[in-house]
């Protein structure tokens, strides 16, 4: 990222994480993120880039959610993450760090 484009703190959770998604315990699927600069108008952002990975191994589309709502960060920040496409299940989210995040990274690699 450009020296001079602003960093929001609160993304930072975000920038090239992994999140286990579970429900009842169970591991469903991982969540990836990553923080890109966004350019509207005259203005310089951030936005969180992800992408559901389940376990079967399919992919769903990456997604962006652009402030200020913050509404995909805002259910991580309290642990939950829901899938809309699938019968709206909301899953437990945690994130992973240390080398169970890298190898899944290395996995599963950044959002398109």
Known sequence: MAADWPQDPRLD???NAVW???R???VEAYLTC???PVRQLWAKRESVWYQLHWL???RERPQADSGPVWSVVADLEHGRFEVLDVGDRVLDARPLTG???DALWQ???PPA
Request: glycine letters at 20%.
């Open 13 to 15: 959770p975000f920038r």
């Open 20 to 22: 286990e998604l579970s």
């Open 56 to 58: 079967d191994g399919r």
């Open 34 to 36: 990553r923080v890109v």
């Open 107 to 109: 996995r599963y690699g």
């Open 99 to 101: 080398p169970e995040r």
């Open 24 to 26: 009842g315990g169970r």
